[in-house]
């Protein structure tokens, strides 16, 4: 089996492990989210060992992360919540995709269906080898604030975020590494399972 099915199985196996879980205990919960995000600023820095390092603004024009994450966790009390990310980014102009591996936080204004909420997410960027990345890893901020209304026994959330992302390139066989920077807005819309 390739690296590329287990992934997306263990994607499918978490959400859908989560979802159960999410209905037996309240405290537990599942957020299945779709996101579409503009970079605005994308920066690349090249280290080679003759000269060091060179930082380069490339033109982030046309540049945009859509993503598919699951986040499975436990409110710690009735306005407080932490969770366990994972998703699959998709990465147009330059293409390639990230598994983003994240902690993510989550703070909502009451303990009613209809609320505001505000999220913080840090966490890894794993390359999952369904695109020739050719990147090791690379971290990941994002902070958001959104809204959330029920919907059915569900809850739909919408959300705006900012995104912060490094993503790191192995040394060739010249000693050359590269780390990409890229710092983007967002919005996402979620179902969420509690």
Avoid: W
């Amino acid at each position: 089996m390739n690296i590329k099915l287990n992934y997306i199985l263990l994607f499918i196996s978490l959400t859908i492990n989560s979802l159960g879980i999410a209905q037996e205990d309240r405290g537990l919960f599942n957020i299945t989210r779709i996101g579409a995000q503009s970079i605005f600023e994308l920066e690349r820095e090249r280290f080679t060992p003759d000269s060091g390092t060179v930082a380069t603004e490339i033109s982030a024009s046309g540049t945009a992360v859509y993503s598919l994450n699951t986040i499975t966790g436990y409110f710690l009390t009735d306005q407080f919540s932490a969770g366990l990310g994972l998703g699959l980014d998709g990465f147009q102009n330059p293409n390639l995709n990230t598994l983003p591996i994240y902690l993510d936080v989550r703070y909502y204004s009451n303990a009613e269906n209809n609320s505001f909420f505000g999220y913080f997410d840090i966490g890894t960027n794993v390359d999952p080898s369904i695109r020739n990345a050719n990147f090791q890893t690379g971290g990941l901020i994002n902070l958001g604030f959104g809204y959330q209304i029920p919907l059915g026994k569900t809850l739909l959330q919408a959300d705006v975020f900012y995104s912060k992302r490094t993503l790191k390139s192995g040394k060739d066989s010249l000693g050359r590494s590269t780390i990409y920077e890229s710092k983007g807005i967002g919005i996402g819309l979620a179902l969420a399972f509690m």
